[in-house]
């Protein structure tokens, strides 16, 4: 029903900048929360970021807090990360998830749609 494309990963020293974007199909994109996560060699996927169909709802990890800036624009059916002051510990695949629910944002599997995910490397 939904699909999602990541793009916007790289390379990136630390201190740097990346901005992350994710493009869905179909006309009801402004109907779900769109959530960011990342996943590490090794490692449990680990929620970033999520925001509400309306944006009046934001939700970051700690991690991130004051770093990373989730949006989203409708009209272009598209939700962005900006991420700012990067670390290497912030290094991942990251994915772009959707969700019919608001409820438990920070929970991988409240989201059905998942994005193939974009790698980002932060260098020391």
């Known amino acids: 029903q939904v699909q999602l494309v990541e793009s916007g990963g790289g390379l990136v020293q630390a201190g740097g900048s990346l901005r992350l974007s994710c493009a869905a199909s179909?006309?009801?994109?402004?109907?779900?929360?769109m959530g960011w996560f990342r996943q590490a060699p090794g490692k449990e996927r680990e929620f970033v970021a999520a925001?509400?169909?309306?944006?009046?709802?934001?939700f970051y990890a700690d991690s991130v807090k004051g770093r990373f800036t989730i949006s989203r624009d409708n009209a272009k059916s598209t939700v962005y990360l900006q991420m700012n002051s990067l670390k290497p510990e912030d290094t991942a695949v990251y994915y772009c998830?959707?969700?019919?629910?608001?409820?438990?944002?920070?929970?991988?599997?409240?989201?059905?749609?998942w994005g193939q995910g974009t790698q980002v490397t932060v260098s020391s």
């Open positions: 998830a959707a969700s019919v629910r608001t409820l438990f944002v920070r929970t991988p599997t409240n989201y059905a749609y």
């Open positions: 179909g006309r009801t994109f402004s109907s779900y929360t």
């Open positions: 925001i509400t169909s309306s944006s009046g709802s934001i």
